[in-house]
């Protein structure tokens, strides 16, 4: 997906936040501020959004001289999930159909996104996924995916997410590769997230070599490449996710909310949409 004028304010607003969070003096946020101007005059037109988040991130960080800004979040949201893990294993347990109550699971987990900076009620939101329809359903097409494939690439978004994402995995009969970013990003999850989350319980964690929001495959490592390549099948959690990979051929079946304007225009749905966008020919790619 290209990055849009209407990325621009955010990506400003999404520099103050992370600044803020990283205590930044009023002087030395205004520096980062000008500063994201700058890049952003040197954006390429064909970038993705996340190429600009990730360059905002690590400025802060470098100017800030915090390595994770938001590490306090994180480790609340994770600890506010785990929380809620024994009743949303019990959800899909008596659900008529576990497949379908695990994935929304693993959507409702979306809401936790420090990148939109807007408030949200965990429970209310899972009530709400559990209930509203898919905007785009591609339940059926992912069903069939999962009995034809033998192996599961699960590309994680958020800490605390990836406590929801551990209920999905947990219902999957087959091996999973969690993967998560190789340094901190807003509150993406890195490895040390998802051991909190108890991910290598379920599944073997691998970094994708980057600290980028989503993933941005020029930047991710030759390891995460070859695995990416040779996936049959794969999970790819949130917007920046989408963001980064929905232009390009892969086996992958998008499962995010639609939380932005503009990733909501990208996927012709209103803003709050339950999404599971399944690859344009899924049938060719496990053949």
């Given at each position: 997906m290209k990055t849009y004028l209407d990325c621009y304010p955010c990506f400003l607003r999404q520099a103050l936040s992370a600044a803020r969070q990283?205590?930044?003096?009023?002087?030395?946020?205004?520096?980062?501020l000008l500063e994201t101007m700058d890049q952003l005059r040197a954006l390429p037109a064909y970038a993705t959004p996340p190429v600009m988040a990730?360059?905002?991130?690590?400025?802060?960080?470098?100017?800030?001289?915090?390595?994770?800004?938001?590490?306090?979040?994180?480790?609340?949201?994770?600890?506010?999930?785990?929380?809620?893990?024994?009743?949303?294993?019990?959800?899909?347990?008596?659900a008529p159909d576990p497949l379908e109550t695990a994935v929304r699971i693993a959507i409702a987990g979306n809401i936790i996104d420090d990148g939109m900076a807007e408030p949200f009620d965990l429970e209310a939101n899972l009530a709400r996924v559990l209930e509203q329809p898919f905007a785009i359903d591609g339940l059926a097409r992912l069903r069939k995916a999962l009995k034809d494939a033998d192996s599961l690439l699960y590309l994680a978004d958020n800490a605390g997410e990836t406590v929801f994402d551990r209920v999905l995995i947990e219902f999957l009969a087959l091996p999973v590769t969690y993967v998560v970013k190789a340094g901190p990003v807003i509150n993406d999850a890195t490895r040390e997230d998802a051991l909190?989350?108890?991910?290598?319980?379920?599944?073997?964690?691998?970094?994708?070599?980057?600290?980028?929001?989503?993933?941005?495959?020029?930047?991710?490592?030759?390891?995460?490449?070859?695995?990416?390549?040779?996936?049959?099948?794969m999970i790819a959690k949130g917007q920046a996710n989408y963001e980064t990979l929905s232009g390009i051929q892969a086996p992958v079946f998008f499962l995010l909310q639609a939380k932005c304007p503009v990733i909501a225009d990208d996927l012709n749905v209103p803003v709050g949409s339950v999404v599971l966008k399944a690859p344009v020919d899924t049938d060719a790619f496990l053949r």
């Open positions: 990283a205590e930044a003096s009023v002087e030395l946020q205004r520096h980062i990730e360059i905002i991130h690590r400025t802060v960080r470098r100017e800030t001289h915090t390595p994770d800004p938001y590490a306090r979040s994180k480790r609340d949201a994770t600890a506010q999930a785990m929380t809620l893990l024994p009743g949303l294993r019990e959800r899909v347990r008596e909190s989350a108890g991910l290598d319980v379920v599944s073997h964690i691998m970094d994708n070599g980057s600290d980028a929001p989503g993933t941005v495959l020029e930047h991710c490592s030759a390891a995460f490449r070859e695995q990416f390549a040779r996936a049959s099948l």
